[in-house]
């Protein structure tokens, strides 16, 4: 995904892995890896703005849960989370 040197606190990443965009968003150091594309309109969400925990997209106000995933703004959606590794400096995300 890439390095953990290069996503300090407040920050996020974003790739395509396997035809899918996926997001590492650091938020008070801890490390949380999404599908990065919104649910409602798949507007980007690494634009988005970060509030206790809560992820709320840039382009129609959707929130998410960080945590978990969950859309608190339509319980029927909910983002992918994937499983994020460091290994030295190396981010890896566990999706499959």
């Not at 949380?32 to 409602?40: L, N, P, T, V, W």
């Not at 994937?82 to 566990?94: A, N, W």
Request: aromatic residues 8%; proline residues 2%; hydrophobic residues 35%.
């Amino acid at each position: 995904m890439g390095k953990l040197s290069e996503l300090p606190p407040g920050s996020v990443m974003e790739k395509t892995i396997l035809a899918r965009r996926v997001a590492v968003f650091n938020h008070q150091g801890t490390l949380y890896g999404i599908e990065a594309d919104c649910k409602h309109m798949r507007a980007s969400l690494t634009s988005g703005k970060i509030e206790n925990g809560i992820l709320t997209c840039k382009w129609h106000k959707w929130k998410y849960r960080l945590d978990t995933g969950e859309c608190i703004t339509n319980k029927v959606n909910r983002l992918k989370r994937y499983d994020v590794v460091i290994e030295g400096d190396d981010i890896y995300l566990t999706v499959g």
